[in-house]
């Protein structure tokens, strides 16, 4: 059974930083793309197999995506957080078609 379970998610003030993780079980997250949404759909991040990521304008220069693979955790680390990253974020493991997620954690900025 594949598994992606989110943590991370908080309250915090503006100009702060979260680190989110995402764990998976059931799949080797090396293999497969790594993409963070917000608001279900809105794309974040995403790095893929060889290593390439891509951002978001609006989190460019704010947000970085990472992962361990051996811990098997994908990581989106945020800096200067803004009120309008309040969202639920996704992570989402891509390949070949499919795609698994994960039921989302709340990053939540206000003063």
């Known amino acids: 059974q594949v598994q992606l379970v989110e943590s991370g998610g908080d309250l915090v003030q503006p100009g702060g930083s979260l680190t989110l993780s995402c764990e998976a079980s059931?799949?080797?997250?090396?293999?497969?793309?790594i993409v963070w949404y917000r608001r279900q759909r809105e794309f974040v991040a995403l790095l893929n197999r060889s290593?390439?990521?891509s951002y978001a304008d609006s989190v460019k220069g704010r947000f970085t995506i990472t992962k361990d693979n051996a811990k098997n955790t994908g990581y989106l680390h945020m800096t200067r957080l803004r009120p309008e990253d309040t969202a639920v974020y996704y992570c989402?493991?891509?390949?070949?078609?499919?795609?698994?997620w994960g039921q989302g954690t709340q990053v939540t900025v206000s003063s």
């Open positions: 989402c493991a891509e390949f070949g078609g499919r795609e698994y």
């Open positions: 059931g799949i080797d997250l090396n293999t497969y793309t």
């Open positions: 290593g390439y990521t």
